[in-house]
């Protein structure tokens, strides 16, 4: 039998499946059938209009990302207070995080600008709602908007298989499952190609101007094609992808993309983590020449 496929390769999916709690590899301890929260946990609250509940993943540093970019342009009321969550510790199912996101997914923000305080969760609509509210980052002609849009939804929609799929059985499974590392492989290198052959034609990806669809993509295919994603740009050859190697590189030299990497990062280089951010002058304790270099 090939070692690299499943120990039991002849499985048969039950009538009815059942959960195997010790099932999962590294992420059994979090990773459940059923939502709601596990224990009481009120979120703190900064002195910012926007509460920020998040973890350095690519998912996070989307938001991170936005917010700084933002500060970059002058927009004072994109002043947020960036709380870490563990979720390795299962912190987002305490319940002031469940009532902030039902889906127990960071990140999280809670926006209390307005008379009542308004949640949002699902990063996308997180940039979605930052780029609205502060005018910034997403065009406003119907075509670009359109292609931004599109963009930003691909992201959303395709990332899964990047993270769920490919991540999760090349790096993260308890068992190598052929099967399983070729079908998701695939599917990345294919959306890789999506990528480069749109980046070939247009600077970002909704055209002449860095918006929110540059944001949310590069998180994660960024990190991907710059080796910092799952030890795999060898085996996925990125470095292939020259229009994205090119965008990446770009993206990663921006300040406030620096900045936005460092939020609520647990990972790497400790000159390259921020906890918790509450002001800008917290930045000022790490050493900002570290922080392009940290994995």
């Given at each position: 039998m090939n070692d690299q496929h499943d120990a039991t390769p002849d499985y048969q999916p039950p009538t009815v499946w059942t959960w195997a709690q010790p099932n999962g590899g590294q992420f059994a301890a979090i990773n459940r059938p059923i939502a709601g929260a596990t224990h009481e946990q009120v979120l703190p609250i900064g002195r910012h209009p926007l509460q920020l509940y998040s973890q350095a993943t690519p998912n996070g540093v989307k938001v991170t990302v936005m917010l700084e970019e933002l500060l970059a342009l002058g927009h004072r009321g994109a002043e947020y207070d960036a709380w870490l969550i563990r979720i390795r510790d299962g912190a987002q199912f305490g319940s002031g995080f469940v009532a902030a996101n039902p889906n127990s997914k960071i990140p999280a923000l809670i926006d209390h600008s307005g008379p009542q305080p308004v949640r949002i969760f699902e990063s996308g609509a997180i940039l979605l709602h930052l780029a609205e509210k502060f005018g910034a980052f997403l065009p406003t002609e119907p075509a670009p908007r359109a292609e931004c849009l599109s963009w930003l939804f691909w992201q959303m929609g395709?990332?899964?298989?990047?993270?769920?799929?490919?991540?999760?059985?090349?790096?993260?499974?308890?068992?190598?499952?052929?099967?399983?590392?070729?079908?998701?492989?695939?599917?990345?290198?294919?959306?890789?190609?999506?990528?480069?052959?749109?980046?070939?034609?247009?600077?970002?990806?909704?055209?002449?101007?860095?918006?929110?669809?540059?944001?949310?993509?590069?998180?994660w295919y960024g990190a991907l094609v710059k080796g910092v994603l799952y030890g795999a740009a060898e085996f996925l050859q990125v470095q292939s992808y020259t229009h994205v190697q090119r965008w990446a590189g770009e993206i990663a030299e921006r300040p406030a993309v620096r900045r936005g990497r460092m939020v609520n990062r647990v990972v790497g280089d400790p000159a390259s983590q921020l906890h918790e951010r509450h002001e800008a002058s917290d930045f000022d304790t790490r050493t900002q020449d570290k922080i392009g270099a940290a994995g």
């Amino acid at each position: 039998m090939n070692d690299q496929h499943d120990a039991t390769p002849d499985y048969q999916p039950p009538t009815v499946w059942t959960w195997a709690q010790p099932n999962g590899g590294q992420f059994a301890a979090i990773n459940r059938p059923i939502a709601g929260a596990t224990h009481e946990q009120v979120l703190p609250i900064g002195r910012h209009p926007l509460q920020l509940y998040s973890q350095a993943t690519p998912n996070g540093v989307k938001v991170t990302v936005m917010l700084e970019e933002l500060l970059a342009l002058g927009h004072r009321g994109a002043e947020y207070d960036a709380w870490l969550i563990r979720i390795r510790d299962g912190a987002q199912f305490g319940s002031g995080f469940v009532a902030a996101n039902p889906n127990s997914k960071i990140p999280a923000l809670i926006d209390h600008s307005g008379p009542q305080p308004v949640r949002i969760f699902e990063s996308g609509a997180i940039l979605l709602h930052l780029a609205e509210k502060f005018g910034a980052f997403l065009p406003t002609e119907p075509a670009p908007r359109a292609e931004c849009l599109s963009w930003l939804f691909w992201q959303m929609g395709s990332a899964p298989y990047l993270g769920g799929g490919f991540g999760h059985f090349y790096a993260y499974a308890p068992t190598k499952i052929e099967y399983a590392i070729d079908r998701y492989a695939m599917e990345v290198k294919r959306q890789l190609d999506v990528l480069d052959r749109r980046l070939a034609l247009s600077p970002y990806l909704a055209g002449d101007d860095y918006t929110i669809a540059d944001i949310a993509v590069w998180p994660w295919y960024g990190a991907l094609v710059k080796g910092v994603l799952y030890g795999a740009a060898e085996f996925l050859q990125v470095q292939s992808y020259t229009h994205v190697q090119r965008w990446a590189g770009e993206i990663a030299e921006r300040p406030a993309v620096r900045r936005g990497r460092m939020v609520n990062r647990v990972v790497g280089d400790p000159a390259s983590q921020l906890h918790e951010r509450h002001e800008a002058s917290d930045f000022d304790t790490r050493t900002q020449d570290k922080i392009g270099a940290a994995g």
